[in-house]
């Protein structure tokens, strides 16, 4: 059987660490686009990168592909790939377009030709329709339209990758698990060797991808996927994938990883996600302020989303916020090596440290940085034009 080809998408700024992610999977040929990253495998590879993808949001199958100039060309390419082979009319849709640089003016009205090309395959071999679901459909058909070309995908996740299964308790405006293990992955912190903690925990979404990492817990043993209910799933291929994932999983065990937020509804709620994720008892959660918080440890990394304009509305908040944080770093978190995700560029300069290294990433549509300062004994303050003086 031929390879068949894929796209993952990812937050943007992790394709890079994606592609290394899907190799290892055994993804043949990976490639890294504007927003995910391209590449072929068999239905073992899909079936893997699903289950074992930390960083991955989606594992899209590309169905077709073709030149267009209006939509009754989007049409007529939707309408000929052999879709009754993959599931059946009992089996709910729904349509998504997303498009760069396309000439069409409605992708509304785009999205409704190819949710008809789709229904009248179906009625011409099936003798009846799918039926439309906006909310839980059974199956996600995506289309991406470039200047010129349309590309079908069937979504194999279903739920996106980043809903791990688990995690009822939610704060406003969270990271996404998929972003938060990216941003572990890029701090270089090694589970089992190296101390972690969030001062600012939230609802524990760092704690919890961490964890799981230290533990290798696969990303997506809590949940169920599309493809699962496809005509064509290999049951016999899947389960002893599903098996191996499960056979490696570590039994729960207290972990040096530590969280702390200054409001016990947080504390509670990342109590309740731990527990969620079977992760009761191996991450330490404790309540506090992060500018009195000591280190738990003599090194290791800390990780933490501080709060911004688009989470406080009040600046000057954060104006005195920022030159306290960088006081208690250089008072409490010496050896250590501390990272902070934040989609305001004032963070670096109200923090008055020297980033060592700045990594620009997307929280969804907020263009973000992910600061690094090492805190070396006598780290270098940036100083003040008064102390310059």
Known sequence: MPALNFFAPCPRGLES????????????????????????????????????????????????????????????????????R??????????????HKSPLRSLEFTTLKIKDAVCDHFRTVAGRRPDVDTQTPDMRIHAFLSEDTVTLYLDTSGEPLYKRGFKPAAVEAPLKENLAAGILRLTGWKPGEEALCDPMCGSGTFLIEAAQMALDVAPGLG????????KHFERDVWLPIRKAAEARRQAPRKLAIYGSDILEEQQRKSFVNLRSAGLDGCVEVGRGDMLDMKAPAASGVLVANPPYGVRLSDTSELEAFYPKLGDALKAHWTGWRCYFFSGDPALPKGVRLKASKRTPLYNGSIDCRLYEYLMIAGSARKPKPSDAA
Not at 45 to 59: D, G, K, P, T
Not at 223 to 230: S, V
Request: glycine content about 6%; aromatic content about 16%; overall charge positive.
């Open 86 to 99: 993959w599931f059946t009319p009992d089996q709910t849709i729904r349509v998504f377009v997303t498009a």
């Open 17 to 84: 660490l994606l592609v290394e992610e899907l190799r290892a999977l055994g993804a043949t040929d990976p490639k890294a686009l504007p927003g995910g990253v391209q590449f072929a495998g068999d239905w073992a590879v899909c079936y893997r990168a699903n289950l074992e993808s930390r960083l991955a949001s989606r594992i899209l199958w590309q169905i077709t592909m073709g030149r267009y100039r209006g939509e009754e060309d989007v049409y007529r390419i939707a309408y000929a790939p052999t879709w009754a």
């Open 223 to 230: 949940r169920h996927f599309a493809f699962e209910r496809f």
